[in-house]
């Protein structure tokens, strides 16, 4: 089973961008779809973007949508998540999972069968 690993949180400004990135380990990481989540306290975990295994088509939840830019480098084993023109109501952990499948549309967490540890990402007003 593949171990995600984020990077890249922290505290910034409204209106600034953050880079996250996620780095995996195992040979399956080119097989599957990527993907983005984040969970803010006392809400549900929530989607925020996916990638297709080879990159070509990629899904954003509409609160993120031309904000946010999901990205993967398969030679590295990397996942990132290009964020800008943040807002503080982006605060979250922010977690990265593995797909069970291939393509970039699922949403749904229960698709996803592994997950990273999280990172918080904090956007002051």
């Known amino acids: 089973q593949v171990q995600l690993v984020e990077s890249g949180g922290g505290l910034v400004q409204a209106g600034g961008s953050l880079k996250l990135s996620c780095a995996a380990s195992?040979?399956?990481?080119?097989?599957?779809?990527m993907g983005w989540f984040r969970q803010a306290p006392g809400k549900e975990r929530e989607f925020v973007a996916g990638?297709?295994?080879?990159?070509?088509?990629?899904n954003y939840a509409d609160s993120v949508k031309g904000r946010f830019t999901i990205s993967r480098d398969n030679a590295k084993n990397t996942v990132y998540l290009q964020m800008s023109s943040l807002k503080p109501e982006d605060t979250a952990v922010y977690y990265c999972?593995?797909?069970?499948?291939?393509?970039?549309?699922?949403?749904?967490?229960?698709?996803?069968?592994?997950w990273g540890q999280g990172t918080q990402v904090t956007v002051s007003s």
């Open positions: 999972a593995q797909s069970r499948w291939a393509v970039a549309t699922l949403t749904s967490p229960g698709d996803f069968r592994s």
């Open positions: 990638i297709s295994r080879s990159a070509g088509n990629t």
């Open positions: 195992g040979r399956t990481f080119s097989n599957y779809a």
